[in-house]
Each structure stands twice: as structure tokens, then as C-alpha cells.
């Protein structure tokens, strides 16, 4: 079965058509070629499309189930319902002319009754998507197991209470760890999708963290051990779905990766709808991530300001993605991570091609506020003004106070003499958003 030819109306890949483009999809401002900052904008943005959204999720909610009918979700044969999903999934990224994808293992080979035959599924759907590579232009940006949907994880997987459940997981990540060497993978993902609690009545906090940490260093030494070269990410999230998630925000993570001796070894994948929910904006938590020496690859979406779940949707918002590519381009970019797409169209989006708008839409927003970013950076609009905000701390005072050549009383006494009087100067906070503006609504060729 070959559902790729006919499921999608365009048959030629989205191209770039400017400003002015008509109706169809196009990009308006994704100018894959356009050199920014000495390097592509694609090799700049990294995009991945992401299988589970788009390619495995239904369109169900608690409320309602499938709404999408893809062909490939109905059958009796689980192993050609993923080849026929894995046809579907390269026509998508040649469309789409992504640079890379993602997957969870389960995403792209259905589970068997046993882990040696999830595996055997997972290593022969790999041989497809490893042939389908040889002829496309898509890469792998990373894989990842799911260690959250099946019952057996419903205590989570490193942190369960039976290590036996840890046992499992560890098998399953081997696996999945492996498949995303062999494809090329430029990094492996771990989000602790049920790493967390819903209760501390029955819960050992110390322990599960300990086991956390073992089982995060488990995969650092297979990493090593089979020459992987790319980094292990974590995914900050702080609920959902339990209550509190070990991984709570970029801070949370970063105390856990020197509390365990993993900062070597592991970054953070960051994502926006998670930021929300931890209370904290998407920028707040890359410019942690940054300012911590942690960053690593981005999940793009945006949740809903007014709903307090994760709702996965594309991310569409120009000044705020500004400001994040501002942070991350000013900081040199992407060095294995990039953008990866875990976002899900809303589920009446039910035509084949809102899976494409969705993903152009998108690209097309990323690719402006990136440019705005590097407009931004050029000009040194914020970088100017925050290096003169700063400026004491450069001064022989400021270095001499920060080197630890005064104590406490010297700086006493200097605050004491005769005349020292500081005065506060003004944050400036308004005149920098309407700079922001003014970049973020400059057209293509720098004008307006
Ligand atoms: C869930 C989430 C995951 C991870 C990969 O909120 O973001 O899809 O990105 O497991
Ligand atoms: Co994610």
C-alpha cells in the first residue's frame, strides 16, 4: 500500500515565492538560500517535522475520538500501517523540503507482544526510513522512546517504584538510542513524560530522583560506549501529565544535571507551551538555558494564554519568536539542535493539506522573526543599550568587586565617604519594545 501519492494535493515541493506569493502554499519569507549572520537561513533553522503530532495523533480529545481517518491509522496489519505511515511521513518532508525529522520509537513501528519484538519492529521500520534517507534530502534531528503511554509506565519509567519498570525502560531506550545512531541522529531526546508524581503520599521523592539521575548517567555511558556523538537533551516540563514533573522548568533541570554530574554530557530541549505552563515565557527560559552554558535544540508550538494544558499549536507568534532566535543567534545559533516542530494542527483541521499550511505558516514565521533577530543584531539594538546599562561592572570597580579584591567593608567604606551619591537611570523598557516593533515590521528588503 502506497498512500503517499495520493493523500496530499501538491505533488511539487512548497517553494519560495516572496512577499507578493498568491493564494497556495507558499513561503513568503522562508528563503531557504537568503545567507544571514555567513550561513543559510535552513542551516540557521534546523527544521524537523516531528512524527507523533503529524503523522500518528488521531485528532482525539478526552472529550471526542478520531476525527482525522487517516488511512494508515485503520487496518489489521500493524507493520504495513506504519510502512504506509512512513510513505506518508518522507512525501510530507519532500513537500515540505524540511531539513530533518523526529520520531519516538513507537511513532514509527507499533509495539509487539514482547520488547525483543518491539524491537525487531523498530529495527525493520528503521531499515525502510533508512533506504527512504539514501534517495531524500531529509536528516534525522533526533529520536526518543516513549516511556509514558503504555499501562506498564503509568508510575513512570526511571522513577517507577519496581525496578523492573526501569528495566524495561532501559531496554527500550537502548533500542531507540541505537536506531537514532544508525540513522544519523544529531542528538537523543529524553522528556520524563510520566517522571514525576501525582501524590507524595506514596511517593519517595529522594529515591525517584536518585533513580532519575542513574538512569539519565545509564544513557550517557551507552552513548559513549557505541560513539555517539550528538547530545543527550532533557525536556523541561513542569505538569502534565502528573501533577509536578521532575523536569519542571530549565532552573529545576539544570539543579538535577549538577546534582547528578550530568552537565557534560546533556542539554535542554526547550519548548514554549512547556514554558508557559511552568509560569515563565518561552524567552525566559532559553535566555536561562543560554546564560547556563545549556542549551541545546528547541520544540516549537505555542499553547493557548487562556487554557492551562498543553496545546501543542504551531507556532505563529512573530515578536515572541523574535526575541527567542534573538537570544539563540546572538549566542552564535544552533550547533546540533534546531527547530523542531512538535506541534499539532487543531483537530477540525482535517484536510490533508492543513498538515502543509500548518508547517508553512509556521516556517514562515520562524524564518521572519529570525530575520528580524538578526536585523536586530546587526543594528545592535538591545545588545547596545544592555552593554551600556552594564557598563560599571567593566570599569576597574566592577572587575575589582567581581575578582574579589574588596570585602564587604571596603565597599562599606566607599559608600560611606563624603559625596558618593549614585543615581538610578532609567530601565528604558518601552523605547526597547517599540525598537523591537520597529524590527519586527521592517518588509524583506530592510525597508519600511
Ligand atoms: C510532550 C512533549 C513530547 C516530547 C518528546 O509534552 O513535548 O512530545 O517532545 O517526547
Ligand atoms: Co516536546
Known sequence: MNASAKFF???????????????????????????????????????????????????GDPFGGETFLRPWHHGTDAMAQARAKADVAFELFRLLDVPYFTFHDVDA???????????????????????????????????TANLFTHRRYMAGAATNPDPEIFTYAAGQVRAALEVTHRLGGQNYVLWGGREGYETLLNTDLKRELDQLGRFVALVVEHKHRIGFKGPILIEPKPKEPTKHQYDFDVATCYGFLERYDLLKDVKLNIEQNHAILAGHSFHHEVALAEALGVFGSLDINRGDDLLGWDTDQFAMNVPELALVFHEILNRGGFTSGGLNFDAKIRRQSIDPDDLIHAHVGSMDACARAFLAAADMLDAGALTAPLAKRYEGWSGPEGRAILGGQRSLADLADRALQPGFDPQPRSGRQEYLESLVNRHVWRSADGTG
Do not use: T
Not at 26 to 38: I, L, S
Not at 126 to 141: H, P, T
Open 9 to 59: 494535493d501538491a505533488s511539487a515541493p512548497v517553494a519560495f515565492a516572496g512577499e507578493n506569493a498568491g493564494q497556495g502554499p507558499a513561503f513568503r519569507w522562508y528563503d531557504r538560500d537568503r545567507m544571514v549572520h555567513g550561513r543559510r537561513l535552513e542551516d540557521h533553522l534546523r527544521f524537523a517535522v516531528c512524527y507523533w503530532h503529524s503523522l500518528c495523533w488521531p485528532g
Open 109 to 143: 513501528a507499533p509495539e509487539g507482544a514482547s520488547l525483543a519484538e518491539s524491537v525487531a519492529n523498530l529495527n525493520a521500520i528503521a531499515d525502510l526510513f533508512e533506504a527512504k534517507m539514501a534517495s531524500a534530502k531529509v536528516r534525522l534531528l533526533w529520536g
